[in-house]
């Protein structure tokens, strides 16, 4: 049920430089790399639009006219298909465009997630609004977005998205202290700590990039001193408002167990492309015999 949610606005944070992709990012923005056949940003709003959040507020960076182009039609490509009688690329072309209005506000100065998320303080007002970050693709046979909602009109906090990961892997992401709750499917945010040292971290709960954020965020986030990598982070604001007391203080961490794809990241976006491929009607057959011999002659 997704008819009268409160949650209606998302935030997609796309502002940042991609260095690890570099020098693909150098002129356009990691978020538009194909994953198969269409943009990783793509398979993002679709998942926010599927969620029932019909205004979308991308925070882009420099490079933003490949973004807003790719949201936006071509009259003249889809004439050319209408006049050969390609109905199916036709489709495949007007997906992007169908999936409701999208908002664009510019991040002058990549200063961190936390930052590009306080750009949206304006669009958003008052209310809960979610954010999925713009490079992190959740498989959309597999429900979190809507998880997460139920569990903010409920707990009316802020709420976040968790990942078991191998111990050894924790110092990439965010990591969580939590506890559980009687009774309920999600936990207790006692405490977050941004890419811990392996032997100091509190769990192997990773933080992943899809939050449900109390609007108190964004007084919070005006106080934050820049963290780990001298930026903003997301997670130190999320840290202080799980201490905090009064409305619109505490976090709850729905445990995702579904599959997640971190195209950011050069070996998890080329296992989110074979994955993803193999599993496609028209690649599948294919691909998925040769990927056996191509691995067997190893
Ligand atoms: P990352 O932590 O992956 O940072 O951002 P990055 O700078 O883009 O990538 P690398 O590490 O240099 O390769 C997570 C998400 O937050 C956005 C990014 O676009 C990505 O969707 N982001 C990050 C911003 O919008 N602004 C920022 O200042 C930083």
Redesign the pocket.
């Given at each position: 049920m997704t008819e009268n949610r409160r949650v209606i606005k998302a935030v997609i944070?796309?502002?940042?430089?991609?260095?690890?992709?570099l020098p693909a990012t150098k002129a356009m923005?990691?978020?538009m790399l194909p994953v198969v056949d269409q943009p990783a940003i793509q398979y993002v709003v679709a998942e926010a639009s599927k969620a029932g959040l019909t205004d979308v507020l991308m925070?882009t960076?420099r490079s933003k006219r490949a973004l807003e182009d790719h949201f936006d039609r071509v009259p003249s490509m889809e004439a050319t298909l209408e006049a050969k009688g390609d109905t199916e690329k036709l489709r495949r072309v007007q997906e992007a465009t169908d999936l409701g209005e999208i908002h664009y506000i510019r991040?002058r100065d990549?200063?961190?997630?936390g930052?590009?998320v306080l750009c949206a303080k304006q669009h958003v007002g008052n209310e809960a609004f979610a954010v999925l970050?713009?490079?992190d693709l959740i498989d959309e046979r597999d429900e979190l977005l809507s998880i997460m909602i139920d569990v903010q009109e409920k707990t009316g906090g802020s709420v976040i998205a968790v990942m078991e990961v191998e111990p050894e892997q924790i110092s990439a992401y965010g990591c969580a202290d939590v506890s559980a709750v009687d009774g309920e499917g999600y936990v207790k945010v006692n405490g977050l700590v941004e890419k811990p040292a392996v032997e100091d971290a509190p769990s192997n709960l990773a933080v992943i990039?899809r939050y449900v954020l109390h609007p108190r965020v964004f007084e919070i986030l005006e106080e934050t001193q820049p963290g780990r990598g001298g930026?903003i982070q997301l997670t130190d604001a999320l840290e202080t408002l799980a201490a905090a007391d009064g409305p619109g203080s505490g976090v709850h961490a729905v445990v995702f167990r579904g599959r997640r794809y971190d195209t950011?990241d050069k070996l998890s976006y080329l296992q989110a492309i074979i994955s993803l491929a193999c599993e496609r009607e028209d690649l599948g057959p294919d691909l998925l015999p040769w990927l056996k011999d191509f691995v067997a002659g190893r």
């Open positions: 944070p796309a502002a940042g430089l991609g260095t690890r992709f923005p990691k978020e925070i960076g991040q990549p200063k961190g997630l930052h590009a970050l713009g490079d990039g930026e950011g």
